[in-house]
Every structure is written in structure tokens, then in C-alpha cells.
């Protein structure tokens, strides 16, 4: 399946303000990127990667996900040499459309199940309406917004998986990807 670039370059700063500003960890003020502890990026990105799929396989549904991997950003305003954030935004598109009518209602209803605390759930601004989901998870560290494309060809749903600010460790460098 092929990504909409244009769609995620958009989708992607408004995520970053949505989730940044959650609650995964105490931050010093309203305005920090919570803490997400000391971890190298590569150790960082497969712990991205264990949360998408547990939220791929919470959708429950037959289809195909989009196999993009995680990727690695500063974090706000603190040294890029010390600290990042890793993000993984990926799509699921099922076998059969229609069944995602009921999925997002399903992923509000499941997600606390796992750990996932909803903060966020109902239509977006744009003229599609689309509906967004977004959740944090203060034991996995990461967020998540998920935007059901309803009016896209074929419907699917967007998600964005983000963490808090890690700090490398001592002596380790910050990998790019």
C-alpha cells in the first residue's frame, strides 16, 4: 500500500501538538514533552514498534497495515545531542471497509483495557469530519491518535504512535531513521 506523503507531512505537526502534551509521565510544567526515561533510539524504536502492534492487533480485523518503521525526532526545545522522541505512524486498511464503522467505537471501548487512557475521542476539523481517537499509555510511555479516513478510497484508519523525551545514555549517540 502506498502512503500519502502530503497527507502524513500534514497529519504529522498537528499529532505532534495533540500527543506532546500528554500525560505519560509528570513533566514540569503544562508545556514539556513528558519524560519517557534513558534509552538509546534503536531500543526506543522497537519499543514503538511492540506498542503498534498491540494496537494492530487490537483492531481485530482482517486487512493489511502499512509497513513504514519508526522514526526519530528532536525533542521541543532540549539538546538534540542528548535527548529525542520516537515516532511511528502507520495505516490499516481491512479486507472488507465497512467493518471499520464499528472499530474506532470498539478501540475506545478496549484500549483502557490495556492500559490506554482515552483523552481525546470525535470528529476532527476538516470538512471530512474524520474520527480521531487519542489515547497515552503512562506505562508503555507512548501515545497514540488515530483518525478513521472514512471518505478515502479505500477507508482506513491513521496511526500515530508517539513517545515522551528520552534521554541517550551516557556515551551513546542519538541514531537517525
Given at each position: 500500500m502506498?502512503?500519502?506523503?502530503?497527507?502524513?507531512?500534514l497529519?504529522l505537526?498537528i499529532?505532534f501538538m495533540?500527543?506532546?502534551?500528554?500525560?505519560m509521565t509528570e513533566?514540569s510544567?503544562?508545556d514539556?514533552i513528558?519524560?519517557?526515561?534513558?534509552?538509546?533510539s534503536?531500543?526506543?524504536?522497537?519499543?514503538?514498534?511492540k506498542?503498534?502492534?498491540?494496537?494492530?492487533?487490537?483492531?481485530?480485523?482482517?486487512g493489511?497495515?502499512?509497513?513504514?518503521?519508526?522514526?526519530?525526532?528532536?525533542?521541543?526545545?532540549?539538546?538534540?545531542?542528548?535527548?529525542?522522541q520516537i515516532?511511528?505512524s502507520?495505516?490499516?486498511?481491512?479486507?472488507?471497509p465497512?467493518q471499520?464503522?464499528s472499530?474506532?467505537?470498539?478501540?475506545?471501548a478496549?484500549l483502557?483495557?490495556h492500559?490506554w487512557?482515552v483523552?481525546?475521542?470525535?470528529?476532527?476539523?476538516s470538512?471530512?469530519?474524520?474520527?480521531?481517537?487519542?489515547?497515552?499509555?503512562?506505562?508503555?510511555?507512548?501515545?497514540v491518535?488515530?483518525?478513521y479516513?472514512?471518505?478515502?478510497n479505500p477507508?482506513?484508519l491513521n496511526?500515530?504512535v508517539v513517545s515522551?523525551c528520552?534521554?541517550?545514555p551516557d556515551?551513546?549517540?542519538?541514531e537517525q531513521?
Open positions: 502506498k502512503i500519502k506523503l502530503g497527507a502524513i507531512a497529519t505537526p499529532a495533540t500527543l506532546t502534551g500528554c500525560s513533566a510544567n503544562s514539556d513528558p519524560s519517557s526515561g534513558t534509552s538509546t534503536s531500543d526506543a524504536a522497537q519499543q514503538a514498534e506498542a503498534s502492534s498491540e494496537l494492530y492487533n487490537l483492531i481485530g480485523l482482517k493489511k497495515a502499512s509497513d513504514t518503521g519508526p522514526g526519530v525526532k528532536e525533542c521541543g526545545k532540549k539538546d538534540p545531542e542528548k535527548y529525542f515516532f511511528h502507520w495505516s490499516f486498511t481491512p479486507t472488507s465497512q471499520l464503522e472499530t474506532m467505537e470498539r478501540l475506545k478496549n483502557p483495557k492500559g487512557k483523552v481525546d475521542y470525535g470528529p476532527d476539523t470538512r471530512n469530519k474524520n474520527l480521531n481517537l487519542t489515547a497515552d499509555n503512562d506505562t508503555k510511555k507512548f501515545s491518535n488515530i483518525t479516513r472514512a471518505k478515502d477507508p482506513h496511526f500515530f515522551g528520552y534521554q541517550i556515551g551513546e549517540k542519538i531513521f
